[in-house]
């Protein structure tokens, strides 16, 4: 329930409502204060769903604040996290509950949204949700819509988890595609693609799964559950293969002397390669740490659904190289809400130069 008071008197308002919970309806009470005849008007409008998200990383807060902003109700269990996780969730209006109880019970719908290495651990966590005598008899089932980045199997496996845990629990296999969701200056929204698949659409989902399907820029591409966390995996071995290559040449270069060099070069023959290029360098660093197990995915998907050998994958190798990112350099440091280091092509080179001289020194 959204509240809007429009005009406001010194004084103490008694508020006694009983307010119809038809979602999306919005009514308009008057109030008289306290003091003389003031009248205190309050436009109440109803979510058109509850929302748990899981968790509030920099994707999860930005389709938080999409949904608050298209007039859902948004709660998240983080009483497992980090104060300023917490602190994140209350500072954009985000509800906390206790327990994954509570949320299951509370939500309509529930988006994983965590790094890969996670996903399996949060499924099981909302299997032990719903399989508990205390998990409440529903009048629509629970959906819940794993967003993560993780190979067609992996999805394959928590459809398993969740399949058979309740009738009243349905799965959707997701994954987003670009970046978090942000307002523009025109007051619209920028919003990544969100991909999904398996034999339930959530166009069809109660409450209104048609409004957020569009509210999410939701295209449900298969009935096959995996489908939709490959097509994630294909995109991102382009472009996340594309910045690790980056990473290697460019501090390459740099320890060559010849950095100014490619530059030129590519500004030459393949501008839009450089551009590219140092777009993903300098916004790769606080992310690193997630990409590693991305990486994993990605060369298990193509060996399993690609057809391709392990040793005919080079994304293991690219894990490594964001696991030398994140855990080998000062680039791994970097948060997304304080960036200090590597915002520039230069300065991740040089960084990156640094980790790799240290190396060199402890196993010499």
């Not at 790094?115 to 009048?139: C, G, H, L, M, Y």
């Not at 390459?252 to 030459?268: C, I, K, M, Q």
């Not at 992310?287 to 590693?292: E, I, L, P």
């Not at 990112?325 to 230069?346: F, P, S």
Request: hydrophobic share 40%; charged share 20%.
């Amino acid at each position: 329930m959204i509240l809007r008071q429009s005009t406001c008197t010194h004084g103490r308002v008694m508020l006694n409502l009983a307010v119809s919970r038809k979602a999306g309806h919005s009514a308009i009470v008057s109030l008289p204060s306290s003091i003389g005849r003031t009248v205190v008007l309050i436009q109440i409008t109803m979510a058109l769903a509850t929302l748990g998200i899981i968790s509030i990383g920099d994707m999860g807060l930005g389709i938080a604040k999409l949904l608050l902003a298209s007039n859902y109700r948004v709660i998240t269990n983080v009483s497992n996290r980090s104060e300023a996780t917490q602190a994140r969730a209350k500072k954009n209006n985000i509800e906390l509950v206790s327990t994954d109880l509570e949320l299951c019970n509370s939500a309509d719908y529930i988006l994983s949204i965590v790094p890969p290495k996670d996903a399996k651990a949060i499924a099981q966590r909302i299997v032990k949700a719903v399989t508990s005598f205390e998990f409440n008899k529903r009048s629509s089932p629970l959906f819940f819509l794993d967003l993560n980045a993780i190979s067609p199997q992996t999805a394959r496996d928590i459809d398993d988890l969740i399949r058979p845990s309740s009738p009243n629990v349905k799965f959707i296999d997701g994954g987003i595609i670009g970046g978090p969701p942000a307002i523009k200056e025109d007051g619209t929204w920028s919003r990544p693609s969100i991909v999904v698949s398996g034999p339930h659409q959530l166009s069809r989902a109660q409450p209104g799964g048609d409004a957020l399907a569009q509210a999410l820029n939701v295209k449900h591409v298969s009935e096959s559950i995996g489908s939709a966390t490959g097509l994630k995996m294909c995109f991102a071995s382009l472009s996340k293969g594309f910045t690790a290559l980056a990473i290697q040449s460019f501090t390459t270069a740099h320890n060559l002397g010849v950095l100014d060099e490619l530059r030129s070069h590519l500004d030459e023959f393949n501008p839009a390669f450089r551009a590219g290029a140092e777009r993903g360098l300098a916004s790769m660093a606080p992310k690193a740490y997630r990409w590693v197990a991305e990486m994993d995915e990605i060369a298990k998907t193509f060996e399993a659904d690609g057809g391709f050998n392990e040793e005919e994958s080079p994304f293991r190798a690219i894990a490594r190289t964001y696991h030398l990112v994140a855990h080998e350099t000062e680039l791994g440091k970097e948060v997304t809400e304080n960036r200090q280091r590597g915002k520039t092509a230069d300065d991740v080179a040089l960084l990156m130069a640094q980790g790799t001289d240290r190396r060199k020194v402890k196993t010499d």
